[in-house]
């Protein structure tokens, strides 16, 4: 799983800038909503306006702060010389298309379209891209709103919502009370697949009734079936809990909060582990995963680099 955080996505901008340089760029257009902030750090560093594309479109006057100005004073948005529509990635194209048939005819032929990441080595909608990201991938900015989510689990402490405290675990009224006031952390738009979390069973009425409460939508509900919380330390079973129902799923990713949890869940399972709590996905690597824990995703990537990685002629056959 090929994971792209906002700092990835800060440096690839940066280094990349030289790709836009000398293009003579007077705006630049983002494609609603990833591909704002992307639009914007473009501008910046190109020191032009930047609009979203609705803004465009209705021919505004781009506006900016009074602490910087830019290296152009456009009346209208139509007066640029050169527009630079940016979108943070393009796979299928559809995004891009769509963008650009809002647009009036006279207007292309002043058009660059650029994306930051690209699926593909020679994406057919774009002009420009910065860095090739394969599929299976997913970005900071989506990740809890991504159709990933339907093949995954999730812990739901520290990931869902806050952690207890020390004091709430271990006090039994103050825990029930936490069950059912807990703060969200992230709210998914769509169903997971799995919740598997650390939780008593005996604590299911709670949990659901809260996860019911922030609209979050689940398959399966997995708890562990211990008489107290105090059992569960002795037993070390967090991560060993959740590895055990990740594995034997056919499922492809887990979101997991705590760094140590979701590296002893990636290396059991050889399965990708999004950690919340560093930003990061463990993962092990392709050949391991091939005698260890096969997946349909993983099959599939491999082969497609072994026949990118092929001569023309040899691909044919």
């Known amino acids: 799983m090929n994971f792209i955080s906002y700092a990835d996505l800060s440096e690839d901008i940066r280094k990349n800038m030289h790709k836009l340089h000398g293009r003579e760029i007077d705006l630049v257009v983002g494609i609603p909503r990833s591909g704002m902030i992307p639009a914007y750090m473009v501008a910046l560093y190109l020191n032009v306006n930047c609009l979203d594309l609705a803004s465009f479109c209705r021919n505004e006057k781009p506006v900016n702060g009074r602490t910087r100005r830019t290296s152009n004073n456009l009346i209208h948005a139509w007066d640029a010389k050169k527009i630079l529509l940016v979108d943070d990635s393009i796979m299928s194209g559809i995004s891009m298309r769509s963008a650009v048939k809002q647009l009036p005819d006279e207007l292309l ?184 824990a096969p997946s349909f995703w993983v099959l599939r990537n491999i082969c497609k680099k072994l026949k990118q990685s092929l001569p023309a002629p040899a691909r044919r056959h």
């Open 109 to 292: 032929e002043k058009l660059i379209k650029m994306a930051v990441y690209s699926a593909s080595t020679t994406p057919r909608e774009v002009d420009i891209y910065f860095e090739h990201v394969a599929c299976p991938r997913v970005f900071e900015w989506n990740i809890y709103h991504h159709d990933v989510l339907a093949g995954s689990c999730s812990d739901i402490d520290g990931t869902l919502c806050v952690n207890p405290t020390k004091g709430q675990s271990e006090d039994d009224g103050k825990y029930i009370h936490f069950l059912t006031n807990a703060k969200p952390l992230n709210l998914p738009s769509r169903k997971i697949h799995s919740l598997i979390s650390s939780r008593l069973e005996k604590y299911r009425k709670e949990t659901e009734t809260w996860l019911k409460e922030h609209n979050i939508k689940y398959e399966h509900l997995i708890m562990l079936d211990l008489p107290s919380n105090r059992h569960r330390e002795p037993y070390k079973i967090y991560a060993s809990h959740k590895a055990e129902h990740y594995n034997k799923s056919k499922l492809d990713f887990f979101f997991e909060s705590e760094p140590d949890q979701a590296l002893a869940i990636a290396k059991a399972t050889s399965k990708p582990v999004y950690c919340s709590g560093n930003n990061r996905v463990y993962q092990s690597s392709a050949l391991e995963s091939i005698y260890t």
